[in-house]
């Protein structure tokens, strides 16, 4: 009997709704050490002075911790007399005063833990939540409720550390009714580390302001939600951040433009985000809301060289930021995006206000007006600029427009874009979305300086879990991998982080390494992951899961990465379900994050040739099976209680190698049949049919065992930015298929062939 259930898609939002601390985890085969500390259930939480939600939210889930995982209720907590040290308590000081903890920054922490009792000292109460989670970390990894007596510090070495949900919808998601952030997910994010997360908003709908009053005619709905989401976070010391791409223009046929006819700029067919699938249009197929929204559509930027736009910009962000006063902050997008100021989509426009003006001046001004907007109501809140697609501008690093940044905002970089890796036969152009390759890139490392010059933080843009490498699998389970990137930002002087856009962001091992090199002091990667893998896993199958860990990090190393492969055409977002046309159907691959597209059968979009993209992938998949073989070997050795979890574990892995192997077995299917039907060589055709055929069979054997696995797993074939790329349905078409090949078309093929067609 399988260990899994079936599952119907979207079951996998259940887990994020389900409260963190449900197991128990303690081992009972596990003895106290010499100098260790038990918590038993005499033991309580003692507190210098009243706590706040933070600090209450904490304590409430460390106690859950101790009674569910650990099987150790323990005291209610109490207020003891200041700076005493209760014993059988963990004493818990909160403050502010930086010159009673110097060594301490904000979100840092220090514990003490003596034989009967513990103390912990904070600046703020995120660092004493901070503490309690780490408690829970180590008495997780020892599995038992004993801690290592001695003193341990830690400070953050990321200070902003963002993500967004794996399943909230992204085009103005302060309209949509779906809530992506329920508590047990909030809390899953803050026991990893993660202090923020990230919204797509639309300034027009979510604020309303004297410049256009017409605008904004919902913004209390929307506002109202925000607010919600704010205190709701803030429980878990997560702040939220606005992504924002502004101004965010108008279709040429929009009203707005019957009022305001003078403040039209740049005009440009492109797709506007205000209606979308998902938004009152569930009954449109893609083609009809292409058809009615985008194809057809000219978009008019919203020309920042008029002072009415201006000063929207600056009313509307102060607006909003005094209307949900606990907002984090904003993070910039100002070229390519979306048409919203008149270069934003490229330097060479025809605007008559703007085209006498420096495209450096243009982009530059927006961020200062909203920035001046931002801090009209708010000092604390962060104004990130993110240089993506700067390079419209002019060459790297663009030191016209970082010289003119306002010099309290905070600079934000791809930390991959730009970056040049050498393979054995081939140097690799690395863009964003990549987990293959270390970096830091050329690209980054300039922008870094020229923002070091003018006295900017520097924050880097990453994807912890996924990338458009592979967007359809929830993380790749490579965390040495990822610990190589942290060490490099750490070494590029990154404060702060990004960590992904909207997908790459599955709670999993990934985040999990994440959230170690998140604090000082600097993990030694071996060591944790091997307490993780045992805490996980259990003591006999870790050894072989670190295997399976570094083979897998390894093998990533030969993705033959380039953009169009990766972020255009590629097909191994749907690999498994890809039809293999006998007949060719002429059509080029889809773009492959876009949903509902007719699958294609071109090879161009292999850019390094089918020999290099072969080559390399072949060379990965082969190193990724050493890890596949170590996770079998594991398997056996997982006690019972942890049995499930590491199955739905190995199927990500087994997934990830069956959407590359289907891509091998495409490629090679489409050079052999291209083959077949240029050919006039009579015996070279015999031989490619056969050849045919055994492709077939492998691709079958690969489609069922991926079939197997969706089945019984709803993250597979999810993609957060474009929603299901494949189902059941479309793996069992594909089998169907392929097997009407095998058994019709292609002894069809023979049958004319021995008849002397050609």
Sequence with gaps: MSLLSPEKPFDFVKWFETELHTELRRDPSVSRGGQETEINRDWKIALCRPSGIV?????????????????????????????????????????????????????????????????????????????????????????????????????????????????????????????????????????????GIWLHCILRTAVKTSVFPELGLAAEKRQKKLNELIKRAGKYGIDVYLYLCEPMGFYADDIFWEKHPDLKGEPERRPIPFVYPGMGDDDLTVEELNERY????????????????????REATENLFRACPGLGGVILINASEYKTHCYSRGVN????????????EVVSEVIALIRDGVRAASQNAKVIVW?????????????????????????????????????????????????????????FTKARDEARKHGL????????????????????????????????????????????????????????????????PKPNPDEFLAKVAEREFGSAAAPHILAAWRHF???????????????????????????????????PMPPNWVPGQPFGDSLDWTVYGTGILLKYFKKMIAEWKKGIEEYETALPLVPDNLKVHAVRDFNVAQAFMCHFESTVNLVEFLEARDELYKTADIGRKWELLDRIEGILKRELETARRCLDIVRVDS???????????????????????????LTEEIPSFRAKLAAGER
Excluded at 130 to 142: D, I, K, Q, S, T
Excluded at 566 to 587: E, I, K, L, S, W
Aim: proline share 9%; with cysteine; glycine share 6%.
């Design 55 to 195: 600090l209450d939210t904490a304590i409430a889930d460390f106690r859950k911790f101790m009674h569910r995982s650990m099987g150790v209720p323990i005291g209610d907590p109490a207020i003891t007399p200041e700076r005493s040290l209760a014993e059988n308590a963990i004493t818990i000081y909160v403050d502010p005063n930086p010159a009673t903890n110097p060594e301490l920054k904000p979100d840092g922490y220090r514990i003490k833990i003596a034989e009967d009792a513990i103390r912990v000292d904070a600046v703020n109460e995120r660092g004493a939540m901070y503490a309690l989670y780490h408690l829970e970390e180590l008495m997780g990894l020892r599995r038992a409720p004993y801690l290592r007596q001695g003193e341990i510090v830690r400070n953050p070495q990321f200070e902003v550390r963002v993500l967004r949900s794996y399943y909230s919808i992204y085009h103005d998601e302060l309209g949509h009714p779906r809530d992506g952030y329920p508590e047990p997910y909030l809390a899953r994010l803050s026991h990893q580390g993660i202090n």
């Design 294 to 313: 985008m194809l057809k559509k000219v978009a008019h930027s919203l020309c920042t060289s008029q002072p009415q736009v201006k000063a929207f910009l």
């Design 349 to 360: 426009i025809s605007c008559p206000r703007c085209k006498s003006r420096p495209p450096e």
């Design 387 to 443: 240089n993506w697609s700067w390079g419209m501008y002019g060459p790297d690093p663009q030191p016209g427009i970082i010289e003119k940044l306002p010099k309290d905002i905070i600079f934000m970089g791809d930390f991959e874009r730009g970056g040049k890796k050498v393979l054995e036969d081939v140097t690799l152009n690395i863009d964003e979305y990549c987990l293959s390759y270390v970096g830091p890139s050329e690209r």
């Design 457 to 520: 933080p520097i924050y880097a843009k990453i994807q912890l879990t996924s990338t458009h490498e592979l967007a359809t699998v929830p993380y790749y389970p490579i965390p040495y991998q990822l610990a190589r990137k942290f060490e490099a930002m750490l070494d590029a002087g990154v404060t702060g982080f990004m960590g992904c856009w909207i997908f790459g962001n599955y709670p999993s091992i990934c985040t999990e390494v994440a959230a170690r090199y998140s604090w000082s």
């Design 553 to 587: 990090s390894d093998a990533i190393n030969y993705y033959p990465f380039h953009a169009r492969i990766v972020a255009d055409r590629g097909p191994m977002n749907r690999a498994p379900a890809h039809p293999f046309y006998f007949t060719p159907v002429n059509r």
């Design 715 to 741: 993250r597979i074939g999810y993609h957060p930015e474009a929603g299901y790329l494949y189902t059941i349905h479309d793996l069992e078409a594909k089998l169907h298929q392929i097997e009407k090949v």
